[in-house]
């Protein structure tokens, strides 16, 4: 099993940073992807960053890159997303999940992941 906590969320202006992290336990969660999503309120849930387990590689949504960058710390089984040049699109609920299948490519689809935080809130005022 994989237990997911997400913190770090707030309100911040426009222009304005966070960095999001999700604490893992469970002992194969280093051997899992991991993606950080969003869901704002009416719409559907989307990705907006994911890496490899070992995190040789990322994925970003198109209207977060060049401005977040997911990181991951395996000996720590933390995962970060750094966010910059925030703007009010960026409001919603942000999840950690980590995927189904071991040492898999990073996935788009919520449905390859198993594993959820509870989410935290960003809130970006403009």
């Known amino acids: 099993q994989v237990q997911l906590v997400e913190s770090g969320g707030g309100l911040v202006q426009a222009g304005g940073s966070l960095r999001l992290s999700c604490a893992a336990s469970g002992r194969t969660f280093s051997s899992r992807a991991a993606g950080w999503f969003r869901q704002a309120p009416g719409k559907e849930r989307e990705l907006v960053a994911a890496i490899t387990w070992n995190g040789a590689s990322t994925y970003y949504a198109g209207s977060v890159k060049g401005r977040f960058t997911i990181s991951r710390d395996g000996a720590e089984k933390m995962v970060y997303l750094q966010m910059t040049s925030l703007n009010p699109e960026d409001t919603a609920v942000y999840y950690c999940?980590?995927?189904?299948?071991?040492?898999?490519?990073?996935?788009?689809?919520?449905?390859?992941?198993?594993?959820w935080g509870q989410g935290t809130q960003v809130t970006v005022s403009s």
């Open positions: 999940a980590a995927s189904r299948s071991y040492y898999s490519a990073p996935s788009s689809s919520s449905a390859d992941y198993d594993y």
